[in-house]
């Protein structure tokens, strides 16, 4: 079975420095999907950006920049430039490839804060 | 940009009684989802349907559970008899095959 682990419960940047979320993840499957989801305290679930794993070109969405190392079955998530509305919980998911509907298994989350 | 709508939007049920949790997907998505957050915790997978049928289960999804799509646009999480445990934030997502799975905003459930 898949699992996805973040092991920074929470971080803490300044803002308009560079801030990296830790992902690590197991999986046997060679393709898949990896996927950063934002959730403010709203606890709306946000799509940050996503990879495909069979893409070695690493994923960026403006400020948002992913390190997608295969094998070391890492996925790290860089925030450049944070902003005071980046803070909030980041959570790191994974989905097979194996069919359409494949549900997403999340990670336990990792809380942001950003510092004016 | 179309959206995921969940209601309510807040639910409170005391303990034992039945509740249903509304969802409207996006018109052309195929694939839909209920996950769960309890307080404080990370977001648990619970079903997905496809075709009018559930396609995947998690432990989580009991016999206390059940979907259903009654109509071309609604889809429902039903909890027969709900306990304390089962007070946390519950999602529906909805997708098209291979892209993204787009989040309701969440309907919290307190039981009492």
């Not at chain 2, 957050?37 to 075709?51: M, W």
């Not at chain 2, 396609?55 to 646009?73: L, Y």
């Not at chain 2, 529906?92 to 309907?107: I, R």
């Amino acid at each position: 079975a898949q699992t996805v682990t973040q092991s920074q419960p929470e971080m803490s940047v300044q803002e308009a420095e560079t801030v990296t979320l830790s992902c690590t993840y197991d999986t046997s499957e060679s393709d898949y999907y990896l996927f950063w989801y934002k959730q403010p305290p709203s606890r709306q679930m946000i799509l940050v950006i996503r990879q495909e794993a069979y893409k070695q070109q690493n994923a960026t969405e403006n400020r948002f920049s992913v390190n997608f190392q295969k094998a070391a079955k890492s996925f790290s998530l860089k925030i450049s430039d944070s902003q005071l509305g980046d803070a909030a919980m980041y959570f790191c998911a994974y989905r097979t490839t194996y069919n359409q509907g494949g549900k997403l298994i999340f990670g336990q989350g990792t809380e942001l804060s950003v510092k004016p | 940009e179309p959206e995921v709508t969940q209601t309510p939007s807040h639910q409170v049920t005391q303990m034992g009684q039945e509740v249903i949790l509304r969802c409207v997907p996006i018109s052309n998505h195929l694939y839909f989802y209920w996950y769960r957050q309890i307080l404080g915790q990370k977001v648990e997978f619970l079903v997905s349907f496809y075709n009018n049928e559930i396609s995947e289960k998690s432990e989580i999804f009991d016999d206390q559970f059940s979907v259903e799509r009654p109509d071309g646009s609604n889809f429902t999480l039903k909890i027969r008899s709900t306990k304390l445990e089962d007070s946390a934030m519950y999602f529906c997502a909805s997708s098209a095959g291979w892209q993204p799975q787009h989040f309701g905003d969440g309907t919290r459930l307190s039981i009492l």
